[in-house]
């Protein structure tokens, strides 16, 4: 077996030999940086090189070399006829017959179900997207920008007007960060380029962000939630340490970055204070320059050229500048609090290679549903069925509930709904147990 998939010096499979039929164990073992194989529908490709071209990133199709990848290619490409035409030059071959379509001893009931519930909420149109919201949920984006202006503009610049008007402005830019979303993950048009388009000048004229830059890291959250050294979101740069496993790791190696027995402290410090106007500031504008982006470096530079035309003739450029960083510290906190309380107190730990539905519902829980939880989470209070199909629209996932409910309960899988308050201190919750499992492991093992 594997006789027809061998490989020329580039790496990429020979166009002039038959293709080949493998094991799940010789795909296995192609699975480092420079030998990438993956399986879609049994059918086995060669990526080491088309990796690097990816349009996704390299990281977000490595970490499914010498794994089944059929799932996550679902989940991410609404357009596969379109896909498929990239993929067809990287055919090498198919499984054996005598191999299972999954790999790993992954359940394949859990499989087939979750693939035909998907297939009946699209037939359906349950996650279809309503143009009405999106252009309802910009224009009061646009609408608060507006106002926010407007009003330093004709009653002046008092700390009650100028702490108004940053309080309007974050609230903007809280809101286009949850838009942007949706056109990221190309959810609102049928047409991939539309989508592209308003996810640039969202997440660049309105935010001063990278599209490139949100795709390639959140894609990869998507992939492997809350998987170490898969999910940049759980990447923590040694300050904090999450989850049962890696703090007890920590202990026992002694390694002591920080007082992990503190973590549930500091992180009302260094974390939602911190991210956006500091990390995610310096690596958003390292990645574009790095990388030489130079479309999403124009649009995010649109965004500063508006924003200090409009408000140097106010505050002068030192009173601008303080505005500014104000408006993203108040962004931070609302989007650290939001975007961790469905992931953090959720099961964080090295790759298990678990089927779709399993990883997903261990990595993730949701928010109950209220009209005021969904404006001020974007609809990420449904973050089960988002993480599910990725590329449905979120304000359209709440009558997808019932169903993948039905389907967890079936196979015994955990739903988890949380309110919004519990969400919100499970947070530090679990910073806490893991601060104490790291101690204990660091003073006694």
């Known amino acids: 077996m594997g006789g027809g998939g061998q490989l020329t010096g580039s790496g990429e499979p020979s166009s002039s030999r038959s293709k080949g039929v493998y094991t799940w164990e010789e795909v296995q073992g192609h699975c480092s940086r420079s ?48 896909v498929h035409k990239f993929l067809k030059p990287l055919l090498i071959g198919e499984l054996a017959a005598t191999e299972p379509s999954q790999d790993r001893d992954k359940n394949a009931a859990i499989i087939q179900d979750f693939k035909t519930l998907r297939a009946q909420v699209e037939k359906d149109g349950l996650f279809r997207a309503r143009p009405l919201f999106f252009c309802l949920h910009l224009g009061h984006i646009l609408l608060l920008e507006a106002l926010a202006w407007l ?15 940053a309080v309007m402005l974050a609230t903007a830019q809280s809101q286009a960060g949850w838009l942007q979303h949706d056109f990221g993950h190309l959810s609102v048009f049928k047409t991939s380029c539309w989508n592209h388009l308003l996810h640039k000048f969202i997440i660049g004229h309105l935010k001063g962000a990278s599209g490139n830059w949100w795709n390639h890291r959140h894609f ?11 999910d940049p979101d759980v990447n923590m740069l040694h300050v904090f340490v999450l989850g049962t496993t890696q ?6 190696k002694k390694i002591k970055h920080m007082p992990y027995h503190r973590q ?9 204070p911190l991210l956006i106007p500091v990390y995610f500031h310096i690596q958003i504008m390292h990645t574009m ?27 002068g450029l030192f009173g601008s500048l303080v505005l500014i960083s104000f408006v993203r510290f108040l962004e931070s906190h609302w989007f650290v609090w939001i975007t961790q309380m469905n992931h953090l107190p ?68 955990p739903y988890e709904m949380k309110t919004l308050w519990r969400g919100l201190t499970d947070v530090i919750r679990s910073l806490k147990t893991s601060g104490e499992l790291w101690l204990d492991a660091y003073l006694h093992k």
């Open 35 to 82: 030998d990438q194989w993956l399986v879609i529908d049994r059918k086995v490709y060669n990526i080491t090189q088309w990796a690097k071209r990816h349009p996704g990133g390299f990281r977000v199709i490595s970490h499914y070399a010498g794994e089944d990848a059929t799932e996550a290619f679902t989940a991410f490409h609404p357009d596969q006829k379109f």
């Open 151 to 165: 009003m330093i503009w004709m009653w002046g610049t008092s700390w009650i007007l100028t702490l108004l008007c």
């Open 220 to 230: 990869q959250h998507h992939a492997k939630p809350n998987v170490f050294s898969k």
């Open 247 to 252: 703090p007890v790791e920590y202990g026992i």
């Open 264 to 272: 549930h402290q500091y992180f009302f410090l260094v974390g939602p």
């Open 289 to 315: 320059i790095s990388r030489h982006d130079w479309v999403d470096l124009a649009w995010s530079m649109s965004y500063y050229l508006r924003y200090f035309s409009c408000y140097i003739p106010l505050y």
């Open 346 to 413: 959720m099961d964080i730990d090295h790759e298990k290679h678990q089927d779709w539905l399993t990883m997903q519902l261990q990595a993730t829980c949701n928010i109950e549903q209220s009209f005021f939880n969904d404006w001020f989470s974007g609809h990420l209070n449904f973050q089960i069925e988002h993480q599910f199909v990725s590329h449905n629209a979120t304000s359209q996932l709440p009558p997808g509930g019932p169903l993948v409910r039905k389907l967890c309960e079936k196979h015994g899988i």
